[in-house]
């Protein structure tokens, strides 16, 4: 399991996962704790965190495989916020979202390396991640309508779900192979 903890008088969670009921610390209180995430592929266990790491708040996301030693998810944006990840033979997916030049930009990235999937003028988020074969599927928002347009990309190319007379957002997404 991942998630964060806190005493009652800390203002900063920690990221920590448990494994076997013994809780491991990935963080400490210097850095606010952040999305979670984690996966598993084969008897590979892969896990995903997001953290601040300055009095902005803004954030810089990690994976880890196995416990080892924890990669920097670095593309140049000031701000990346790591949500979901998949794996799919030796490539690692992470969604999530990064600032832009003009809004906050949904991403995914591919053993590192960033995808934009969306270029504003709206906000949007990439809030889970899955990939089937060549195809990857990532779901959340955008900014755009009343309060939020719940959508995915499949393959890069967004698919909106709804009309836009609501606001709605996708927190998961499960992709079967037909």
Known sequence: MIGERRNLDW????TCYWKNGQLIDLSDR???AGDQALTRSGNDLYMAW???YNSSGQSQTRYSKNLGAPVLINDGSADVRGTAIAVSGSDVYIAGSAIGSN???AKYW??????ALS???QSAFGQSIAVVGSDVYVAGYSDAGASGT???WKNG???TLINGNQAALIRKIVVVKK
């Not at 203002?11 to 920690?14: G, M």
């Open 11 to 14: 203002l900063t969670p920690i």
């Open 30 to 32: 210097t850095r606010t």
């Open 50 to 52: 997001s953290e601040s």
């Open 103 to 105: 809004a906050i930009v």
């Open 110 to 115: 591919k053993n590192g390396v960033p995808v």
């Open 119 to 121: 270029n504003g003028p």
């Open 150 to 152: 719940a959508q995915y």
């Open 157 to 159: 190319s967004v698919v």
